[in-house]
């Protein structure tokens, strides 16, 4: 194995990590809400 297929797996297991917790973080009941509130935020008039 050389060091740019090392490099390789180890961001490949990092971008992984990351979208799994994106996830976890959209899809978490307590943050509903706070998406639900910005579904619209282009069409809301201040």
């Known amino acids: 194995m050389t060091l740019v297929d090392k490099i390789g797996a180890v961001v490949a297991i990092v971008i992984f990590v990351l979208l799994a917790i994106a996830y976890f973080y959209a899809f978490r009941p307590k943050n509903k ?6 579904r619209n935020f282009v069409n809301d008039k201040d």
Do not use: A, P, Y
Request: hydrophobic residues 35%; proline residues 0%; aromatic residues 16%.
């Open 33 to 38: 809400q706070k998406f639900e509130d910005l």
